[in-house]
C-alpha cells in the first residue's frame, strides 16, 4: 500500500516534444506529491509538487496533473529541451499520518531528448 | 537559507575495510535527516532516517549503521565494507513537522559515490 508505480522506465522524446511520466499509488491517505529531477551525479532536486486539492498545477514548461478518483499524476514537461535529460522521480506521502510521513519515491524515468 | 553538506564526494575502498559518510545541514533546527542509497541507474532505497539526536530507524538490515550525534549531523557508517556496498550515497533532510505548504519536501545533499574493491 505504500508503493508508488512509476512508468515509463526511459522515455526518449524529441526536441520540443512533450513528455510524460506518469505514477499511481494506493495509499489513500497520500496528500503531498512532488517530482524530483536528477542530473547524473547530482542528487535529486525538487521540481514541482501538488496537493489534491487541485487537478493541475503549472510551473513554466513543467505540469503536474493530479486525478484523485484514480490515484495517478503525471509530470508533463513541455517542449522538451536537451537540458532536460534526466531522471525524473515521482514520490508521495502523508503529512500528518505519524509514521507514514515519510517520502515514497517511484523507482524513476531516465528521460532523453534528443535534438 | 539551509545547506546541506556531504562529503567525501568520492570514495575507493577495499572490501574489508570501514567506511564513515559524513552530513551536515545548516540553517534549520531539528530536521528529520535521511541517508539513501541508489544503485548505478536504479530507484531510491532509504536506509536510515533520523527525527532526533540518537533516534535512528533502519529501513532495511545491511551491513550498514547510521548515528546522528548532534541536531543536524548524520554519519553512515560501517565496520566491515561489502562488495555489494557500493553506490550512490545521498544525505538529506526535510522539516521536523510538515505543513500545509511545505509538504514533505525532501532536500537532498551531492551526494557520495563509494567503489568497494
Known amino acids: 500500500q505504500q508503493q508508488v508505480k512509476q512508468s515509463p522506465q526511459s522515455l526518449i522524446v524529441q526536441k520540443g516534444g512533450i513528455s510524460i511520466i506518469n505514477c499511481a499509488y494506493e495509499?489513500?491517505?497520500?496528500?503531498?506529491f512532488p517530482w524530483y529531477q536528477q542530473f547524473p551525479g547530482k542528487g535529486p532536486a525538487l521540481l514541482i509538487a501538488i496537493r489534491p486539492d487541485v487537478s493541475e498545477k503549472k510551473e513554466g514548461r513543467f505540469t503536474i496533473s493530479f486525478n484523485k478518483s484514480a490515484k495517478q499524476f503525471s509530470l508533463h514537461i513541455m517542449d522538451s529541451q536537451p537540458g532536460d535529460s534526466a531522471t525524473y522521480f515521482c514520490a508521495a506521502s502523508s503529512s500528518f499520518d505519524f509514521g507514514n510521513e515519510k517520502l515514497t519515491f517511484g523507482t524513476g524515468t531516465r528521460l532523453t531528448i534528443i535534438p | 537559507s539551509q545547506t546541506i553538506h556531504q562529503w567525501p564526494a568520492t570514495l575507493v575502498q577495499p572490501v574489508g575495510s570501514p567506511l564513515s559518510l559524513e552530513c551536515t545541514v545548516e540553517?534549520?533546527?531539528?530536521?528529520?535527516l535521511y541517508w539513501y542509497r541508489q544503485a548505478a541507474g536504479r530507484g531510491l532505497q532509504l536506509l536510515f532516517y533520523s527525527v532526533g539526536i540518537g533516534q535512528i530507524s533502519s529501513e532495511v538490515p545491511q551491513n550498514l549503521s547510521a548515528s546522528r550525534p548532534q541536531d543536524r549531523q548524520f554519519i553512515l557508517s560501517s565496520k566491515k565494507l561489502l562488495l555489494s556496498d557500493s553506490g550512490f550515497y545521498l544525505c538529506?533532510?526535510?522539516?521536523?513537522?510538515?505543513?500545509?505548504?511545505?509538504?514533505?519536501?525532501?532536500?537532498f545533499g551531492e551526494g557520495s559515490w563509494l567503489t568497494v574493491v
Open positions: 495509499n489513500t491517505a497520500f496528500d503531498y
Open positions: 540553517g534549520t533546527s531539528n530536521p528529520n
Open positions: 538529506a533532510w526535510s522539516v521536523r513537522v510538515a505543513s500545509i505548504n511545505s509538504g514533505n519536501t525532501i532536500y
